[in-house]
């Protein structure tokens, strides 16, 4: 069963914004960690130094507009609320259990942190594989970096690779690729042999790729 006591009933409190680490309210955390809003908020007014901005933050009213229009804080931020909820991110809504005796703080902290961490890591998968596919689509595009990924990746020379090319492949044109592919992160290194800029300028080639 999920509930908000569990590490997914957890992660479907987090919440994002643009421009905005993933964040929880206050109200949330409240109940998590078995205590009211006002005694967290007390908590956290006596210990300034412990929540600083990229701790805990206030949220502006368009992120409470844009929020209420995913229907996602019904129960987290009150329409009627005199003031602009506090919110507080991964290390702050962990933080929370040092400054909180709640008999389940320190139990609750650990879920709260597996929650964030789970997140954090499916984003971070997310956006491995979005690079992955623009690096493929690049690559199928043009017939010279994926000769220049694939010879790197099979560990040959930049030589062997010049040679697996077709001779319309110059030597400048196969080494600007191959730092390309680096650059962007779609190669681990330069094939041995590969010419660095100063060499680069001396191949008789240079404009005939």
Same mark, same amino acid.
């Given at each position: ?85 506090? %919110? ?19 139990? %609750? ?101």
């Amino acid at each position: 069963m999920i509930t908000l006591e569990t590490v997914a009933g957890v992660e479907a409190r987090i919440f994002t914004l643009q421009h905005r680490p993933p964040f929880m309210v206050a109200s949330d955390l409240a109940e998590i960690y078995g205590t009211t809003p006002k005694a967290l908020n007390q908590a956290v007014k006596r210990n300034p130094d412990r929540f600083p901005d990229d701790f805990m933050f206030s949220l502006t009213e368009g992120e409470i507009g844009v929020l209420r229009s995913q229907n996602v804080t019904a129960n987290a931020i009150s329409s009627k609320a005199r003031y602009q909820p506090l %919110v507080f991110t991964h290390a702050g809504a962990y933080g929370l259990s040092a400054v909180l005796k709640t008999p389940v703080a320190a139990q %609750v902290s650990v879920i709260i942190h597996r929650a964030f961490a789970a997140m954090e890591a499916r984003a971070l998968q997310e956006a491995q594989m979005l690079l992955e596919k623009i690096g493929a689509e690049a690559i199928s595009r043009k017939p010279s970096r994926y000769l220049a990924k694939a010879g790197s990746d099979q560990g040959y020379s930049f030589a062997q690779i010049k040679a697996l090319g077709p001779d319309s492949l110059s030597a400048p044109k196969l080494a600007r690729t191959l730092r390309e592919l680096k650059m962007l992160g779609m190669i681990a290194h330069l094939p041995d042999g590969t010419p660095d800029e100063a060499q680069i300028q001396l191949f008789p080639d240079l404009h005939h790729g």
